[in-house]
């Protein structure tokens, strides 16, 4: 399941575990009608992968929202985090987050960070019901972090097989 892990890293915010993708965006649209379910996930993940911020919801103007209020309806805002983005690298079992400074920035905080299980499940676990649906996973059935194996059963010592040297 490593690498559908890193799909769905790449498709939602390293830092709120929103959807990177906004809803307003008809590529994201077409995506979502698609009902095979795999299918639907590489769709979102084309569309996201690209993104290097969280689309935060609010950068809009004040004299827009008047305006569309008064008219009735109402734009329905992203509510991202606005944040910039890692890269997702796997190497062999582990998964790194590859930060990129912008090219105005001297701070030096490009970097490479190895992603532990215990930060992977709590952004796993921090992704909406609807985001889920939205990557053709199943809430009920297929959670993202139901993905990674939190409890190891052993079965007692009879049951299992005995051993001879």
Known sequence: FLTKIKKILECVCFHCSKLKVDQSNPRFERARRISDRKVRLRAVWDIAKTKMTCEGGDEEDGLEEKEEFNSGKRKSNHGGCGYKQPLIRKDGLKLYAQFRS?????SGNEGKQQLT??????????????????????????RPEWMMITVLPVPPPQVRPSIQM
């Open 117 to 142: 299980a215990a930060k992977v499940l709590q952004i796993l676990k921090n992704i909406p019901d609807q985001d889920i649906r939205d990557m053709g996973l199943s809430e009920e059935y297929a």
């Open 102 to 106: 912008s090219p105005g920035d001297d």
